[in-house]
């Protein structure tokens, strides 16, 4: 689940797009544009690592992992940190309230379409 234009808006992010741009995502334009490249990669035998750039982590970390793997990594959370290690660990707690939020309204019984307003 996204928001169409949250994730638009982080693609399109000039610092994004150009590390898309390095993998077959260089005429996106829209969001069906950006996932139907994103589908025909992960069709690919070697994992697409740009996915970090749709599931917003910082892209300093997402070329980290890429060129670096282990070597120089600062912490590890939802993801490799390569920068910004304060940053991560704040977004890593978001993401766990998040997820702790989620698992709760889902426990209680309610739909995915009802937590996220989807008609």
């Known amino acids: 689940m996204y928001r169409k234009q949250k994730l638009l808006n982080q693609l399109e992010d000039v610092s994004i ?7 077959g995502y ?15 990669r992960l069709e690919d035998k070697e994992f697409p690592h740009e996915i970090g750039a749709f599931l917003g982590y910082p892209v300093q970390d997402i070329y ?16 490799r940190v390569y920068s ?7 977004m890593f707690l978001r993401f766990k309230r998040c997820r702790k939020a989620l698992l709760k309204r889902v426990m209680d019984g309610n739909s995915l379409a009802d937590i996220f307003c989807v008609a």
């Open 84 to 90: 910004n290690k304060e940053n991560a660990k704040i």
């Open 17 to 23: 797009k150009e590390l898309l741009s390095k993998y």
């Open 64 to 79: 980290g992992f890429i060129y670096h793997k282990d070597e120089g990594c600062l912490l590890v959370g939802e993801w």
């Open 26 to 40: 260089r005429d996106c334009k829209t969001i069906s544009d950006y996932l139907n490249a994103l589908r025909i």
